[in-house]
């Protein structure tokens, strides 16, 4: 059955068996004794094919296995081999059944027989009233048990079992070397222990010391017995998304867990963005409000000409208009029946003015200041929106008040085009007094302010509320940026600890797939249909959390555009692709001897 020729295996200079030969019995029970470090494990790795450095041979049931490729070997593992473990290695979350049937649907594609073979074991092994119960609800013996029934659903040809009465109480023990010895009679059973007692129940007893190894009892029953064959072992297709979909649901928690966290980050990411459209809005809106901002006016003193303002407007880039201004004779300003005379002025900077309610002039407006306001109505509120007749000399034209300004006496302000519609009826033909300017943005008057200080001018400009108010702007935008950056941090962190404790913790569900024969092609399958339904969590969530967040738009200051709607859809995914790939590339490495021994 198991043949060992010439068996030898080093760690780097470290030589754990030395040329060790072994004819095994077709039945019964070999202990592997030895202190610890010995080399048991070693030897156990070497049968299931865990380990392929070493020299010599050995071969299971005529099979070589050195010259096993990796899916033969994995093969080699389904059908020759049943596993037992000192920690049991059930899978939680799962049932009785379904942990045993794990390994008989990998063997056998007959469902209904796989089962009744499976409650038949239990039935043997005294657990059949417990087949639909979770496994973390067993007690040691009873999982031990389970595991048992696991390793011979397969109807394996060999048995190993790394210390499988470890972790039992005396009594539990001798229950499970019992059933052993029973299953032994039907096939060999290698089992390392450090329990001597155990060894009452073998039929050899191998002892591992400095790399040799010492057979203590032959092995009496070498006939072969018969050997029923439970299933016929078959190239069975087991369903990886459908395994993936079970284990989805066993830990939906986690992964609910893990797609919030993606959720929160790429929802943070989401409203970093958004806030940047709101401060965007605002400050456009605020732009179309406080339109005086965005003016200046160059008073010309002696020895500067306005043709040299003008021309030097004219060069910069940042200014969309300009005109030079002149004295404005007297003039009537009428509501209703009220006319309110205004006696000869200049035009001052509008940039210089506050408002006291509403706004400065755009076209066809006019803006007030309350002395004046008081004149036509008590309450001069109500006058934003009303008309006004302006008569200057041969001008003439209705204006609505776009505004009430801050000054002290009877005054008013034009928008610019009537402005400029003044000035070319009244045909002035004295100097210009002043050379009025709008820039493109107000974000541009400092530039345009500068360039013209550069040339000797004294421009009047809001620059300094301009600077303060875009101090403002910037640190708000920074405020939200750390706020969001430090919700990004904190969610990814989360989510990369949830990942990284859902990797550990699956290492030993991946080592156990392996050693149960699972082909690593079968199990990158089912990890990549679990990351396909990871990623539709995610993505479901991150559109609930978004459009709740949209619901809320009108208490929070959130503004979220489509394109950005359907780039949080995305990165959603791309995050959950990444960070799974990473944890399913560390799984698909796990070394599965490695992990079923911790
Ligand atoms: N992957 C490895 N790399 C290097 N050395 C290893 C490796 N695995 C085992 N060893 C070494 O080989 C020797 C035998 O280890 P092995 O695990 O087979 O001992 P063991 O008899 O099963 O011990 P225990 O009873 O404590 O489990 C030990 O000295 C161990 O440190």
Not at 16 to 45: P, R, W, Y
Not at 292 to 314: I, N, Y
Request: proline residues 3%.
């Amino acid at each position: 059955m198991i043949t060992i020729r010439n068996l030898s295996k080093k760690y780097g200079e470290q030589v754990v068996l030395d040329e060790f030969s072994h004819e095994f019995g077709s039945c019964g029970i070999t202990c592997l004794l030895g202190a610890s470090g010995s080399g048991k494990s070693t030897l156990l790795n070497l049968l299931a094919g865990f380990d392929r450095e070493y020299s010599g041979d050995i071969i299971v049931a005529g099979q070589k296995l050195s010259a096993l490729s990796a899916e033969a070997l994995a093969d080699y593992r389904k059908h020759t081999i049943g596993f037992i473990f000192q920690e049991y290695h059930l899978l939680t979350g799962y049932t009785v059944l379904e942990n045993i049937l794990l390994a008989a649907d990998l063997a056998c594609s007959e469902k209904e027989k796989n089962k009744e073979w499976a409650l038949t074991l239990l039935r043997r092994l005294g657990i059949e009233d417990k087949a639909n119960e979770k496994t973390e609800n067993l007690s040691g013996g009873q999982k031990q048990r389970v595991a048992i029934a696991r390793a011979l659903v397969g109807d394996p040809k060999l048995i190993l079992a790394d210390e499988p009465t470890g972790a039992l109480d005396r009594k539990t023990a001798n229950e499970i070397m019992l059933i052993l010895s029973e299953i032994a009679k039907e096939r060999p059973v290698v089992i390392i222990t450090h329990d001597h007692k155990i060894c009452d129940y073998a039929d050899e007893i191998i002892s591992i010391e400095d790399g040799k190894c010492k057979i203590w009892k032959a092995s009496e029953n070498n006939s072969d017995a018969a050997h029923i064959q439970k299933c016929s072992p078959d190239n069975a297709l087991v369903s990886m998304p459908k395994r993936a979909w079970h284990n989805f649901r066993v830990h939906f928690k986690r992964f609910l867990g893990i797609s919030l966290a993606v959720t929160i980050a790429v929802c943070a990411v989401l409203m970093s963005f958004s806030s940047q459209n709101i401060i965007e809005e605002k400050i456009s809106s605020f732009e179309e409000k406080n339109t005086a901002f965005a003016w200046g006016q160059v008073p010309l003193e002696e020895g500067t000409s306005s043709e040299d303002v003008l021309s030097l407007l004219a060069r910069s880039e940042q200014v969309q208009q300009y005109y030079s201004q002149y004295q404005v004779p007297e003039c009537d300003i009428t509501f209703e029946q009220q006319t309110v005379s205004i006696p000869t002025k200049q035009f001052g900077s509008i940039a210089a003015e506050s408002m006291n309610i509403g706004t400065m002039p755009q076209e066809g407006e006019i803006a007030i200041t309350p002395s004046l306001a008081k004149q036509f109505a008590t309450d001069i509120r109500t006058l934003i929106g009303k008309e006004v007749t302006f008569i200057c000399g041969p001008f003439s034209k209705n204006l609505r008040i776009s505004g009430i300004y801050n000054g002290s006496f009877d005054d008013y302000y034009l928008d610019a085009e009537t402005e400029q519609l003044l000035y070319r009826t009244l045909q002035n033909e004295e100097s210009p007094i002043s050379v009025a300017y709008q820039v493109i943005g107000f974000h541009e008057v400092l530039e345009v302010e500068t360039q013209l200080k550069e040339q000797g001018l004294t421009p009047v400009t809001a620059s300094e509320q301009v600077a303060s108010l875009e101090e403002t702007f910037t640190q708000l935008q920074t405020l939200f940026m750390i706020v969001s950056g430090f919700i990004v941090v904190i969610a990814l962190s989360i989510c990369v600890m949830l990942l990284l404790k859902t990797t550990r913790m699956r290492a030993a569900e991946m080592g156990l797939l392996m050693a149960l024969g699972y082909q690593r092609g079968q199990i990158q399958q089912m990890l990549l249909c679990e990351s396909l339904f990871l990623s539709a969590l995610s993505a479901m969530t991150t559109v609930l959390v978004s459009l709740l967040l949209t619901a809320l738009s009108e208490i929070l200051p959130i503004h979220i555009a489509p394109i950005q709607f359907v780039l949080s859809m995305c990165g959603t995914v791309l995050l959950v692709w990444i960070t799974t790939a990473v944890s399913n590339v560390k799984l698909l490495k796990t070394d599965p001897a490695k992990v079923l021994r911790q």
